[in-house]
């Protein structure tokens, strides 16, 4: 998904003209320090919510007359001793606003991004004492040479602008420049607007609970995406439960994600919660505060002057933001009048809309509730007129997903409004078309918070009431949303195809780990398409291109013999010959040197003999001959998909066997078996597993019985599986002459490890040129300006060269400096090459796995994820400690790195605090060369 | 005394009722109310959920409790005025806001008052509410209404300072420079409507109706090949807004374009399949009567 940045003429030339350039920069003016002398409600809508908060009492409010950043506390503070009734009013107002600046002050947040942009982005951050806003970035980690600045403060809002699309940069909040970044402060500018750049979306709402549930819920997206990690962040409202005051929005929201705020920026809309004690229409309050939105439309879309609603585009899609809660709703209101013309402003290929109260719903809220109802009757009808085609929302906790519909305003009943019956699922009735005739309506309640309801909602296709996220992939003319759970199993899928003619990637789609050098099948969908097709796949996130298929039949499958080289950043894309612009091309997925395969997954067809005849030993070795059929076989339980013969009395065995194809060098294996009632099994003849049984002898029965489906699970002898073919033979035993039930499953998954090169090797199918590019090697060429597949390796401006660490390359390197340096103007080119003299050479894999590594972890940061990644995909082991579970690991975490950052990676002694693959390349490999 | 408030804190948060389902919301807080008829908070609360469910009667019952129980509660206030009105009770509403004014007024209790007064037909008092809230807070939606006012009252040229007050204090809103250029061409000030225009279309991917109406204006200055481009703009970018998206919509959009270039026959056409797929579209009615008379 995330392209490679291109380095153009115009980034090369703004690297030479950018030292210490003051960047535009902008601050914004926080709502806390705006002269607004009340954010009391202005109508009753607004002291609705007012209400909620537990204000009571009689007397006289003392009613947020405190600047905004105090209010949330202020008023439950009133709210709270007045009902307490134990002190004075002036007391009341002394004591909550020492509080209410102890909060504020204690508010800390570190660097967090908002309003991507092609070629801008803010960065925001909020300190407990007055300082100056000032940040470095660049397109070189090493050397941070930009600089932007806001006013100086507690609250830091610095916009970098003059940026490149699609870009990489990395930032630093420091008041000098140059400064050298680390590899977490990073952010990628939005493609250009309008583009078919794949990206991916992460949708939340109602989370801000700050319980476990919502730390699984981001755990199991961020393990879901891997290093394709969402370029964009939609929360649905609800952010900071119960009131959105500053500590709320603190513990609930910034601490959680901080992680992804750091890389992505987050586009929220206004929950109920933090409606509280936020006042949309001065727009103050934490809420307020803790986001800068646009109001003038300088991220696309309309000036809705106003942070409450507002518009933004990101590639293709047009995303458009409402205030369900505390805007006035009404058809002639601002925002809907506003709304009309932005959707009249718009080109867009796609238009997603959302706000917090969903129009359809059955879980914890119904939509006859007043703020559902109205968004429905009066919104809802403008957005389908202009095509709308996603409809997000939370409030309601639950997962709910609507079939195609249309006109659903004041009845929601089923019947005349479901335009597309089928499941809108690739791999079922196929996707929705989005024609502008229909939209797809989907509730994201399900964010954290406790979840309920009936969850029959006659307009959704599925809903589910179970905690989880939604991930978006929007790939061009495609659009597919999964609902990923909690315990990060995606129970949800639907995708909407935008165009008659187009092409959509089935498989990869994104986020897939394969193992290098393995078979892949590539599945594609495609409509109005000429016939012909060609097939092509990247290394380095679609920079450059290979080809597989010059010209094949478009009949949505191709296999792949993926080559023997790591990477995180590869990705397919099929394309009609016959019309380059229809095309299909995945989100990036990883070849890795290690992976866990399942070699068989559950389901699969075995061969089974059950004729109730003595197959001796051969049987164990051996393949073919007998008949096949998929899993569960057996019979009895009627729950059989493939009925084996039933004798009565009954055989003792059945056997069942099947080939196994390992691409490597197995390092671990795990069995699942599904049996009744003994079980034996056999890897290339020898025994790995039993269950039930006592002796392997024919007649023998089972030596117990294990009730209806047992279940077995166990790690295996890995060492007994060879490179190639294996047989997985099972023996499986009645436990009498008399039991009505036999069954068998079997799921094996293994650790499979293989020896990558360091270069892609030759794809070995006719390639063309593109760009520059030798497709064929997939290498850069000479002159090219873009970065080789695995960018942390190289770099130094020694590209041309085999591989920017090898030995050849620091001697060309270190040659080509001395002779520069004998030029003053060539001084930098000079010490930017010498630079190269300080990469190690790369060890051999053997010596890079004699290298002892300890890293300290958390289960949910996506820094750790990257690092596991990037160890595993080259088969280095480390030990790995979760410092939030494990003690211990957390006190020596602490010792060697006291600000507590993870990773913190310990290379035999060279401590590592952040991600950085370069460094830990260079640190491995500069203990690895201790090794033989 | 911070340990104890920060309790305190922790405690409300702990008791604060979740988000949850109405009616087993309306039901807890009347559980609560049986069991505590003097909770204050949750009678408020179960006014609120009532009224959010569409049962202002209920809300009035409760909330008129509440203020015999505790008189002058400003939210309790607002939102029993918000009812009353919900209910028709204009008078009984405005009641209790000029009371709540007179205490020392609000732009929640100036706005809503506003709003009843232009119902009674009281345009002046209505328009010294919005003035008063205003001044108390620099809202858009204040900024809309009272120009929306102005305007019915032919105040124009106020109405364009309130506006253009409005435009300054938020980041050039399209609905203020939609209402001056509309306030502008009534005024016979054409070239500053077009200024106005112009603001919209530069800061729109697609602008056809904006066009449209720009090139309307050209041609009531005489300059009529400005206008013709305009129109023709305006079209083409109409007809790439139906490739990307094919809506009802654009549809419209290009048949406003084309009623302006005089072809009504495709106008009508793409009008009454516009029709077909969006009813709603109260515009494309208008706009087809337009296309059939030949105008």
Redesign the interface.
């Known amino acids: 998904m995330r392209s490679s940045p291109r380095a153009t003429a115009q980034d090369t030339n703004r690297a030479s003209e950018t030292a210490e350039r003051e960047s535009t920069s902008t601050s914004r003016s926080r709502s806390f320090s705006r002269s607004?002398?009340?954010?009391?409600?202005?109508?009753?809508?607004?002291?609705?919510t007012?209400?909620?908060t537990?204000?009571?009492?009689?007397?006289?409010?003392v009613?947020c007359s405190a600047p905004p950043a105090l209010s949330v506390?202020l008023c439950?503070?009133v709210?709270?001793?007045r009902?307490?009734a134990l002190a004075s009013g002036a007391v009341v107002a002394t004591?909550?606003t020492?509080?209410a600046l102890?909060a504020h002050a204690q508010s800390v947040r570190d660097p967090y991004l908002q309003m991507g942009t092609p070629d801008g982005m803010s960065i925001v951050w909020r300190t407990a004492a007055s300082g100056p806003s000032s940040v470095c970035w660049g397109e070189d980690r090493a050397s941070l040479t930009n600089r932007a600045t806001g006013p100086d403060g507690i609250d830091h809002v610095v916009r970098v602008t003059g940026l490149s699309p699609s870009t990489t940069y990395y930032y630093a909040v420091s008041p000098t420049c140059p400064v050298a970044g680390d590899a977490d402060h990073t952010f990628r500018t939005s493609p250009p607007?309008?583009s078919r750049t794949p990206f991916r979306l992460w949708v939340v709402g109602?989370s801000g609970t700050g319980g476990t549930r919502q730390r699984a819920v981001f755990s199991a997206m961020l393990e879901d995406v891997g290093a394709d990690t969402p370029d964009v962040f939609l929360h649905m409202g609800?952010i900071a439960?119960?009131?959105g005051t500053t500590t709320?929005f603190d513990a609930n929201f910034f601490d959680i994600y901080e992680s992804l705020l750091m890389n992505t920026p987050c586009w929220p809309t206004l929950g109920?919660?933090e409606g509280r004690n936020a006042d949309s229409?001065?727009q103050t309050g934490p809420y307020y505060e803790a986001y800068v939105l646009p109001?003038?439309?300088a991220a696309?879309g309309?000036?809705?002057?106003?942070e409450a609603y507002y518009s933004f585009d990101y590639a293709n899609v047009h995303f458009i933001v409402l205030d369900s809660h505390d805007?006035?709703r009404t058809a002639g209101?601002?925002m809907l009048?506003?709304l009309r013309?932005?959707?009249?402003?718009?080109?867009?290929?796609?238009?997603v809309a959302y706000w917090h109260h969903p129009p359809y719903t059955d879980g914890?809220?119904?939509d006859?509730?007043?703020?559902l109802?109205e968004m429905r009757e009066n919104v809802n009808?403008i957005l389908?007129?202009?095509?709308v085609d996603v409809v997000l929302a939370g409030?309601s906790?639950i997962y709910e997903r609507s079939y195609l519909l249309h006109g659903a305003?004041t009845s929601t009943v089923a019947a005349g409004h479901i335009v597309d019956m089928g499941d809108g699922r690739t791999s079922g009735d196929g996707p929705y078309r989005a024609?502008?005739?229909g939209a797809l309506y989907v509730v994201a309640g399900h964010g954290g918070?406790?979840v309920?309801?009936d969850a029959s909602h006659p307009l959704m296709y599925v809903s589910e009431v179970a905690q989880g996220s939604c991930i978006v992939d929007v790939t061009g003319p495609a659009m597919t949303l999964h609902n990923l759970r909690w315990d990060g199993v995606e129970t949800d899928d639907v995708t909407l195809v935008r165009d008659s003619t187009s092409i959509v990637l089935l498989s990869p789609a994104g986020g897939e780990t394969y193992l290098a050098g393995s078979e892949v099948d590539i599945v594609w969908a495609s409509s109005g398409a000429s016939g012909r097709v060609r097939v092509d796949f990247s290394v380095d996130d679609g920079a450059t291109w290979n080809v597989l298929a010059t010209d094949t039949a478009d009949d949505g499958h191709h296999a792949w013999r993926t080559p023997r080289f790591a990477t995180a950043r590869a990705r397919v894309r099929v394309t009609d010959i016959a019309d380059e612009a229809i095309t299909g091309q995945s989100l990036a997925f990883t070849l890795a040197a290690e992976t866990v395969i399942t070699a068989i997954p559950s389901g699969s067809v075995w061969a089974y003999h059950d004729q109730g005849v003595d197959q001796g030993d051969a049987w164990r070795t051996s393949l073919g001959g007998w008949a096949s059929g998929p899993a569960e076989l057996g019979y009895g339980d009627a729950d059989e998909e493939t009925v084996l013969t039933d004798f009565d009395p009954n055989a003792p065995t059945y056997y069942f066997r099947r080939e196994v194809v390992v691409d490597g060098e197995v390092t671990s294996a795990r069995a699942r078996v599904l049996f009744d009632d003994g079980f034996v099994m056999f890897v290339n003849g020898t025994e790995v597993s039993r269950q039930n049984v006592g002796g392997l002898a024919f007649d023998a029965f089972a030596s117990g019985s294990s009730g209806d489906n047992a279940r077995y699970e166990a790690d295996i002898d890995a060492s007994v599986f060879r490179e190639g073919s294996n047989v997985v033979a099972v023996m499986v035993k009645q436990d009498s002459g008399v039991s009505s039930d036999l069954s068998f499953d079997l799921t094996l998954e293994l650790g499979v490890r293989v020896e990558v090169e360091e270069t892609l090797p030759d794809a070995g199918v006719p390639g063309d040129r593109d760009g520059g590019r030798d497709v064929d090697s997939g290498m850069v060429a000479p002159g090219s300006d873009a970065g080789p597949p695995d960018v942390e390796d190289g770099g130094c401006g020694c590209r041309a060269a085999p591989r920017g660490g090898s030995p050849f390359a620091i001697v060309l390197c270190a040659a080509l400096a001395l002779v520069y340096r004998r030029r003053a103007w060539l001084l930098p080119l000079a010490l930017l090459l010498s630079a190269c003299s300080a990469a190690v050479p790369p060890a051999s894999a053997s010596q890079r796995a004699q290298v002892r590594i300890t890293m300290y972890t958390t289960s949910w940061c996506p820094a750790c994820a990257s690092a596991r990644s990037w160890l595993h995909s080259r088969g280095i082991p480390f030990d790995d400690y979760d410092v939030e579970v494990e003690p211990e690991a957390a006190a020596r975490h602490r010792h060697l790195n006291s600000s507590r950052s993870v990773p913190t990676i310990d290379v035999e002694g060279t401590v590592i605090r952040g991600w950085s693959a370069e460094d830990l390349r260079n640190a491995v490999d500069r203990a690895a060369h201790r090794y033989r | 005394?911070?340990i104890v408030?920060?309790l305190?804190?922790c405690?409300?948060?702990a008791t604060?009722l979740?988000?949850?389902?109405?009616?087993e919301r309306i039901e807890e807080l009347r559980a609560i109310l049986d069991r505590s008829p003097g909770d204050?908070?949750a009678r408020?609360?179960l006014?609120?959920a009532l009224?959010?469910?569409?049962r202002p009667v209920e809300a009035l019952s409760e909330l008129d409790v509440f203020a015999a129980?505790?008189?002058?509660?400003?939210?309790?206030d607002?939102?029993r005025?918000?009812?009353l009105?919900d209910l028709g009770r204009d008078g009984d509403a405005v009641v209790i806001l000029d009371d709540r004014i007179a205490?020392?007024g609000?732009?929640?209790a100036y706005?809503?008052r506003a709003?009843l007064r232009e119902r009674a037909g009281d345009g002046q008092g209505a328009l010294e509410d919005y003035d008063a809230?205003i001044g108390?807070?620099?809202?858009?939606?204040?900024y809309?209404a009272r120009g929306a006012l102005l305007e019915r009252a032919a105040r124009l040229d106020e109405a364009v300072l309130g506006y253009e007050a409005?435009l300054i204090a938020?980041?050039?809103?399209?609905?203020?420079?939609?209402a001056l250029a509309r306030v502008e061409r009534r005024r016979g000030r054409r070239e500053a409507a077009i200024t106005h225009l112009d603001a919209?279309i530069g800061?729109?991917?697609?602008?056809?109706?904006w066009r449209i109406e720009r090139a309307s204006l050209l041609a009531e200055l005489g300059r009529h090949e400005e206008a013709q481009v305009e129109r023709r703009t305006a079209l083409a970018?109409a007809e790439?807004?139906l490739v990307?998206?094919?809506?009802?919509?654009?549809l419209v959009?290009r048949a406003r374009a084309r009623i302006a270039l005089g072809q009504h026959r495709e106008a009508i056409a793409d009008l009454e399949l516009?029709l077909r797929?969006?009813p709603?579209?109260t515009e494309a009615r208008a706009l087809l009567a337009t296309a059939r008379s030949g105008r």
């Open positions: 607004t002398p009340s954010v009391g409600p202005r109508d009753a809508e607004r002291d609705r007012i209400g909620q537990g204000r009571r009492g009689d007397g006289e409010a009613r506390p439950l503070c709210s709270l001793l009902e307490t004591i909550v020492l509080i102890d607007t309008g109602d609800d439960y119960d009131s709320e109920n919660h229409l001065t109001p003038d439309g696309g309309m000036p809705s002057g106003t805007s006035p209101g601002p009048t506003w013309a932005d959707l009249a402003a718009t080109d867009q290929e796609w238009v914890t809220h119904t006859v509730e007043t703020q109802r009808p389908e007129a202009a095509g409030h906790h305003y024609t502008g005739d918070a406790s309920g309801g | 005394v911070r408030l920060a305190w804190l405690a409300l948060s604060a979740a988000d949850e389902p109405s009616e204050a908070d408020l609360r006014a609120l009224e959010l469910s569409a129980l505790h008189p002058g509660d400003r939210a309790a607002l939102l005025a918000q009812v009105a205490r020392g609000d732009i929640g706005w809503l709003r809230a108390l807070g620099d809202a858009l939606e204040l809309v409005g938020h980041s050039g809103a399209v609905v203020l420079r939609e919209i800061a729109a991917r697609v602008a056809p109706r970018e790439r807004m990307n998206r094919a809506s009802p919509a654009a959009e516009a797929r969006a709603q579209l």
